[in-house]
């Protein structure tokens, strides 16, 4: 991920947050417009997250959730004020999955990427703050006015039973040459279908690595006796139609 070191006037945030960025120097890592994330190189490597008001808190909370579980960093501190919210997590050490030494060898990066789905599918929903992620697509889809009918033909009914991380892409899982050390940016995360993060996950792929020859290999490393080809062409006709 990008780093570029810049001036910050760590006054300008909350003195919860403050308070762990005394002598730090830090860099740009922003990767969204809707979003600023500096790399805080502190006494402890930590992310600052910040953004408009209201918008961190879900990943806050889904970060603590998971956290617990041992699957994703501390979130240290998020206060809301008036303009912004801030987020202030421990940086996991190691590289995200688009970087050289992962993206070099795709076979075992589409294995690996496909292996670690599983294993965040696989964890108990109890406690997860949000447990309808599924309803939620549906009711977006609907408030910008899409006819949802068009879903009855796979005859597929979607379920809400796993964790699923909501954005599952290559630059959100955290590795040290292939051993998992964390997911991030889980503001899209809750309770909901496996086939909406296996759609992402088979779609980043195709855009970091510019070949679809991966899928397959992904596919096999997730466990395809798990998956249900209608639920997958479900969730992509639904991902299309909200895109």
């Known amino acids: 991920m990008k780093r570029t070191e810049v001036s910050f006037d760590r006054e300008t945030v909350p003195l919860t947050i403050r308070q762990y960025m005394k002598g730090a120097t830090f860099y740009d890592s922003s990767c969204s417009e809707n979003a600023r994330t500096l790399f805080v190189s502190g006494a402890e490597p930590a992310f600052l997250k910040i953004s408009k008001r209201g918008s961190l808190e879900r990943e806050y909370k889904m970060t603590k959730f998971l956290h617990k579980h041992n699957v994703a960093p501390n979130a240290i501190a998020y206060e809301s004020e008036l303009k912004y919210d801030y987020l202030f997590t421990e940086a996991v050490r190691g590289e995200d999955g688009t970087a050289g030494p992962h993206i070099e060898n795709p076979s075992k990066l589409a294995s690996a990427f496909g292996e670690y789905l599983k294993i965040l599918h696989s964890l108990p929903t109890e406690g997860c703050p949000y447990s309808n992620r599924t309803t939620e697509l549906l009711n977006e889809a609907n408030s910008k ?84 080809h209608n639920g997958l062409n479900y969730f992509t006709k639904l991902i299309k139609l909200t895109d």
């Open 145 to 228: 006015g899409i006819d949802l009918s068009i879903l009855k033909e796979y005859g597929y009914s979607a379920i809400d039973n796993v964790i699923i991380h909501g954005d599952y892409c290559l630059p959100n899982i955290i590795m040290d040459n292939f051993s998992f050390k964390g997911f991030i940016d889980l503001g899209y995360g809750g309770v909901g279908d496996r086939h909406y993060d296996i759609y992402w996950g088979i779609w980043t792929l195709n855009y970091n690595l510019k070949t679809d020859k991966y899928r397959e290999i992904f596919l096999d490393a997730y466990g395809r006796s798990d998956m249900d």
